[in-house]
């Protein structure tokens, strides 16, 4: 299978490309709780670049959930999670995956603001955040970062292991819902086929990625969506994670993803929302959207964001609070322009 490039973007690719040679020190970082596109992302990357003898180490604001970590049994000693800081505080170049914006690096903003070296960044958001300056390879009409890093690797005639191919597949099957959402344009399929023709099982990746699960995921999803609201007249569905739900079951925010889906599935929801507590006082809130609603915009006033049918946004206050003050807008968005 051939993907083709239009020139702006195979120049871009190159472009970008300079900044990832030999005998620097690079950190790979992605946003808080990373998900199948930005470890997908960072894994295939360091695949690549390895080949061409570019060093690069993985430094996440949050640990690897036990789904995604299949990826990284090839690479030993990449994963510098741990000492984060510590590796960024040696880096020469920071590469920034899957987000545009300092404030979703977590525990490692101040680290990635205060070094004063380049920070570069790959990304498909809609959102426009902050970063400090450096070399962009942006496109938020890209499928999934997972998109851009293959990409590069085609404009600059980079090859494609099996290994790297792998990590780019997961990246791309995760953030289009296995192929369903309506980022599956054509030539996310194109780049699919040629990720698997380098020879991967597409069964085996998604026994790895969705079939491995822990027993409390399942427990999970089912106390979370007895919790659901369905509210015919405007539109929207919502679920809540239970309070303590997670402890309860051993799970972890990854275990979450995808319970939004079912309140998403209903017919004539237009936006649905998932609660759930992330420290005290502070909840989170993950939005779909269905037809033209556009989330990221919705997510905007509360200091979120995302893309245009999936974003998030998180606030200070009770449960309660946070349920009233973004239902309550909502309710109002969807009465007026946003729906
Ligand atoms: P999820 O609901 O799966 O956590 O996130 C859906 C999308 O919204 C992802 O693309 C993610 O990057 C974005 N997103 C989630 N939470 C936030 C947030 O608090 N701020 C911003 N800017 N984006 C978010
Ligand atoms: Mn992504």
């Known amino acids: 299978m051939t993907v083709t490039l239009p020139a702006s973007r195979v120049a871009d690719a190159r472009a970008f490309a300079e900044c990832l040679v030999p ?193 409390g995921r399942t427990r999970l999803v089912a106390e979370t969506l007895q919790t659901l609201v369905v509210e015919g007249e405007s539109g929207l569905a919502w679920v809540t994670v239970p309070p303590g739900a997670l402890e309860r079951y051993g799970a972890t925010a990854d275990d979450l993803d995808g319970i939004v889906e079912h309140p998403r599935s209903i017919a004539g929801v237009r936006m649905a929302l998932l609660f759930r507590e992330i420290a005290a006082g502070r909840i989170k809130v993950s939005l779909r959207s269905v037809g033209n609603v556009d989330v990221a915009a919705f997510a905007k006033p509360f200091g979120g964001g995302g893309h245009t049918k999936a974003s998030g946004l998180s606030v200070e206050a009770s449960m309660a609070e946070a349920q009233a003050q973004v239902l309550q807008a909502a309710r109002a968005y969807l009465a007026g322009a946003g729906g």
């Open 23 to 215: 005998g620097r020190r690079i950190c790979i970082t992605t946003h808080v709780n990373p998900d199948g596109d930005g470890l997908g992302s960072e894994v295939g990357l360091v695949h690549l670049l390895k080949a061409r003898g570019v060093d690069a180490v993985i430094t996440n604001p949050s640990p690897t959930p036990e789904r995604y970590r299949f990826l990284f049994a090839d690479l030993p000693g990449v994963d510098k999670t741990p000492e984060a800081v510590k590796e960024l505080r040696k880096a020469d170049l920071i590469l920034v995956l899957d987000i545009s914006d300092v404030g979703r690096l977590g525990m490692l903003s101040q680290t990635v603001l205060e070094r004063g070296v380049p920070v570069a960044c790959i990304d498909h958001h809609v959102s426009q955040g902050h970063l400090p300056d450096g070399p962009r390879y942006v496109d938020p009409e890209a499928s999934a970062t997972g998109e851009l890093i293959f990409q590069l690797a085609h404009a600059n005639g980079w090859p494609l292991t099996p290994l790297a191919a792998r990590a780019l597949y997961v990246a791309i099957l995760t953030d289009t819902g296995a192929f369903r959402f309506s980022n599956t344009r054509p030539s996310v399929l194109r780049t699919a086929a040629a990720l698997l023709e380098t020879g991967l099982d597409p069964e085996q990746i998604y026994l790895d990625v969705y079939a491995n699960a822990p027993e």
